[in-house]
Each structure stands twice: as C-alpha cells, then as structure tokens.
C-alpha cells in the first residue's frame, strides 16, 4: 500500500522519526558511537567499572558489531529494500518496536551484570532475526533474488549474537571464533556493497572522472575476500590464511583502480567511501603480515577494519543517505568534512599508535575521542535531519 502525500512539512517529529528506517536507526547508531566509545575508554584506563555481564573488551567488542553496525546496517536496508523493490518496509509502530527493542538490547548489555543472562541474551539476540523478518515481504513479494540473502545474513549474525551470549555465560567456548567469523561476514557484506555503490555513486556525481567497473576484477575481488575470510576462521594464523588475505587486499586494491578514486579527493561524499573500502583492503594486508609471522600489534588489522572499514564506510554512508531521503543536496558541509577526516585519523592513531609507539599510554584515549567527536558532529548536524519531515514534502 502506499504510504499517503505529506501535507505538512513540519509535522509532528515522533511520527517523522519512523517513516522510514534510516531515521531511527542512523540517530541511535551514531548516538551509540559518541556516548560507548568514551565509556570504553574510561574502563581501559582502570577509572570505570561497568556492571555488564561480558568482560570488558568483550562487551566493547559486541556493541561495536551488534550495537553500532548492526543499527547502521538494519537502517541502510530497511530504506534501501523500497528502492529495490517497489514496496515499503516497516514504518510507524512497527519500525519504532524495531528500535525500541534495539534500545532495550543496549540497556540490557550494559547492566547486565544483575540480570539473568537468559533475559539479556533473548531481548540483545532478537533483534536481528525480527528486523530480517521485516525486510522478507517485500524482497519475497518482488522475487528479488539479487537481495533476497541479506535478511537470511541477519538471521546468521542474530545467531552469532546469541553464541556470544552463550559464551559470555560459560556455556560454550567459542567466543574469538565466533567474533572472527561476524567479522568476516561484515567485510563481505562491506566488499560486495562498496563494489555496487561506490563506483556508482562515482560515476554519477563526476562523469568527466570515467569511473568504470571492471567486472571480472570485481568478481574476483569478492572471492578472494570470501576465501580470506573462511580461512580466518578455519584456519587462523596460518600460511594459507596469510596468503589468502594478502590476495584478497591485493584484489581489492586492483578492482577500485578503475573507480578513480584519485578524482574525488575534492568531493568529501565521495572520497570518504573510497577511503572506507581502502581501509578494508589495509585490514586484509595487516591480516596478511600477521599470519605470516611480522611482528604487530594484535588488533592493528581489526581496528583497521572495525574504524576505518566499517566506521569511515558507514559514516559516508549514513551522511549521504540521510540527506540524500530527506531531498536535500548530496553535498558534506564544513561540518561533515572535518567528521570524516577526524574518524580517518581515529583509525590512523588506533592503528598506528601501537607500531610507532607501543608504549605510549594515550593512544587508545586519543583515538576514542576523535571517533567520539566524530560521530557527535555527525548528530549536531543530522539530528534535525533526521527527526524533521523531507524538504520537498515527499514522504519517508
């Protein structure tokens, strides 16, 4: 059914916030972003204690994939799935449950020390599978085969999310294998998006630039990160692993040479996408290096992927979407600029630090403020975006 013209551009925000899935869900990942990071921060250095009932880097860990990401990607499909289907998802009532209960999620997790850890991994863990739930109409209904496996990744991820929990409790022993794996399944769901939308997205705003897709490159790209990817949880650490992973950054890294991402170093929309993918094929060679027996610190590639990748990705991503359905100009201002240099240079010092620095006590501080402040200038500027009705009068 339709969703009715709006007749009021300034109408009531509570109903504005749920026409349409980025809203609600961009807001409270970005508000996620600014407030854990420096509560994480504050645990690392010994001056807070949380009552959650993972371990500390445990509990960092999960929010930043079933938290942050996981309302970012939940957003971006939720609005995406009308465009390639023709039909609505979720609105109103509906899409506000969606994030009602993804708030309840994040409030159990983090007191979730004096609850039972059935309660917190049965409201934290249902999350993913019913946003799936909501996006399979539409793609069924259309026969879209070319998205159709997206609400079954959730579903995976939504059962990682409760082998998490299931690890937290004592009850399995799986925890690092399971994280590599969610990790793993973000960098794919990563590398086959940015190959559909960053070329795109390239070519559109700057045609003179011929931005192309080469589409063997492209296949092969995916491959060699699936592979990667398989062997990072099948066989770790090893040779055959190393290789993999320097394959698939070596695949990346040759498939984004024909989407001239040299020429858009003077459009802030566009180059931080291309930033983002070159942060996943960085991860990949830290990967690489590590398996095959270089000295580094043992996050580098995580952090690699988990700021730059899916951070630098996603940022980029929410800041062009939102305005993008909301009839505003795909154009950063000042404002969202300076957001996506400060979060390239939180994954820089995350990264970095360590290997220049290994003993400097302030890295994991420092970093943690600029993707803090990062994300708090994302809110400042979208928040009215976000919460008020489109420009044009269009609905969603």
């Not at 003077?266 to 830290?286: K, S, Y």
């Not at 290096?289 to 990748?309: E, K, N, Q, V, Y």
Request: proline share 7%; charged share 10%.
């Amino acid at each position: 059914m339709a969703m009715p013209t709006l007749a009021n551009p300034h109408r009531c925000r509570s109903h504005t916030l749920f026409a349409l899935g980025f809203r609600p869900f961009y807001l409270l990942a970005a508000g996620l972003a600014a407030a854990w990071i420096p509560l994480w921060v504050g645990v690392w250095h010994g001056h807070l204690e949380l009552p959650t009932g993972f371990g500390p880097v445990a509990w960092h860990t999960h929010e930043m994939l079933f938290g942050f990401t996981a309302a970012v990607l939940v957003g971006f499909l939720l609005t995406a799935i009308p465009n390639w289907t023709g039909r609505p998802t979720v609105t109103s009532a509906p899409l506000g449950g969606l994030a009602a209960l993804w708030l309840v999620g994040r409030v159990a997790m983090l007191t979730g020390g004096a609850l039972p850890w059935q309660a917190v991994a049965l409201v934290d863990s249902a999350f993913l599978p019913l946003a799936a739930l909501a996006m399979l109409p539409p793609l069924v209904a259309a026969g879209n085969k070319r998205n159709i496996a997206f609400p079954f990744v959730l579903i995976g991820l939504g059962a990682a999310n409760l082998a998490l929990h299931l690890d937290a409790a004592g009850v399995i022993a799986a925890g690092p294998e399971v994280t590599r794996g969610v990790l793993g399944i973000l960098t794919l769901i990563l590398v086959v998006m940015g190959g559909r939308v960053i070329p795109f997205f390239t070519r559109n705003r700057l045609p003179a630039a011929g931005a192309g897709t080469d589409k063997r490159l492209d296949k092969l790209a995916i491959l060699a990160t699936a592979l990667a990817v398989v062997l990072s949880v099948a066989a770790p650490m090893t040779m055959m692993s190393g290789l993999a992973a320097l394959a698939a950054a070596v695949a990346l890294t040759a498939r984004a040479l024909p989407w001239k991402p040299w020429a858009t170093r003077g459009v802030p929309m566009l180059w931080v996408l291309h930033a983002g993918h070159a942060w996943i094929a960085a991860a990949l060679l830290l990967r690489a290096a590590a398996d095959l027996g270089f000295t580094l610190p043992g996050s580098a590639a995580d952090h690699a992927f988990t700021i730059g990748g899916i951070g630098v990705l996603t940022l980029g991503m929410m800041a062009r979407t939102a305005r993008g359905h909301t009839g505003r100009p795909i154009e950063a201002t000042r404002l969202m600029t300076a957001a996506f240099a400060i979060l390239n240079l939180a994954a820089l010092v995350r990264v970095l630090g360590p290997m220049v620095a290994p003993d400097a006590p302030g890295v994991i501080g420092v970093s943690g403020v600029l993707w803090a402040l990062a994300f708090t200038l994302y809110l400042i500027e979208y928040t009215p975006i976000l919460t008020n009705a489109r420009i044009d009068g269009r609905p969603g």
